[in-house]
């Protein structure tokens, strides 16, 4: 086909598939970024039989529409969370589930694209959300401390956090693991997919439908919310430490702990 052709096939599949995503889903807004992604997908080689509607949703989501986030969730994960019940996930757990298969379709890549594209308009996406969830649901289950968030956790990721005092290690991890107990489960979730995973602020945004300042805010509230329960299980767990003894611990995890996740946060912003 000639090039002039195969430019004006583009352009006409680009034009099919902004038509239909605007008719589908009026609620996502066609930003700049959605567009461009459309005329990059219509210059893919063409498959015949393609869902136009999902294609769509699923190129709104990877370029950080909140709506199509939800539209997405709501149309895929809430409807295969019904097949999670003989897993008896608790609210923690089933966050933690939801996390891994946003990864697993946002964040990760295979051939320079996000997975969900490799699924996108073929029927076969309803299918990958389904298997995706239960699988991890189930490594969830046979393998829970790899969803903790730990001090140790922690510490694997930062030589800089670890202790030379056997006793106070201890201790800072039951503080830590108290501390972490005291947070509400997003927060759990938001710590733990950046500060052990690895997970940036801006995909964390993506995969939440939410703009990256709003997902910095969370983090640095959760991490906030982790320095205050630590000094409050500090006093708490160990009355018996004198005045000094309170403040050298305190100040190990509000110096050494809050410089290595501000670090961490300075990739975000």
Known sequence: ???????????????????????????????????????????LPERPGVDLREVYL??????????????????????????????????????????????????????????????????????????VMIREAVRLRSSPATAELTLEALDARDPELAFTDGERQELARRLFARAAAALTGRERCLLRLHYVRGVSGAQIALMHGVHRATAVRWLESARLHLLQAFSREL?????????????????????????????????VS
Not at 11 to 35: F, M, N, Y
Not at 81 to 96: I, K
Not at 101 to 121: K, S, T
Not at 256 to 265: A, F, G, K, P, T
């Open 1 to 43: 086909m000639p090039a002039s052709s195969e430019t004006e096939a583009a352009e006409t599949r680009a034009q099919a598939l902004a038509a239909e995503g605007r008719r589908c889903w009026p609620d996502i807004k066609p930003s700049p970024r959605l567009l461009a992604a459309v005329e990059r997908w219509s210059r």
């Open 58 to 131: 699923a190129l709104a989501c990877v370029e950080g529409s909140p709506a199509a986030m939800r539209l997405f969730e709501e149309r895929y994960l809430d409807s295969v969370e019904p097949a999670l019940a003989a897993q008896r996930l608790g609210p923690d757990e089933l966050a933690e589930v939801r996390q891994r298969v946003r990864i697993r379709l946002f964040v990760q890549q295979r051939d320079d694209l996000p997975v969900v594209m490799h699924y996108a308009g073929q029927g076969r996406l309803g299918g990958l959300v389904r298997v």
């Open 235 to 267: 006093r708490a767990l160990a009355p018996e430490l004198s005045r000094g003894q309170h403040e050298q611990l305190a100040a190990w995890f509000n110096t050494h702990l809050e410089l290595s996740l501000s670090r961490l946060l300075t990739t």
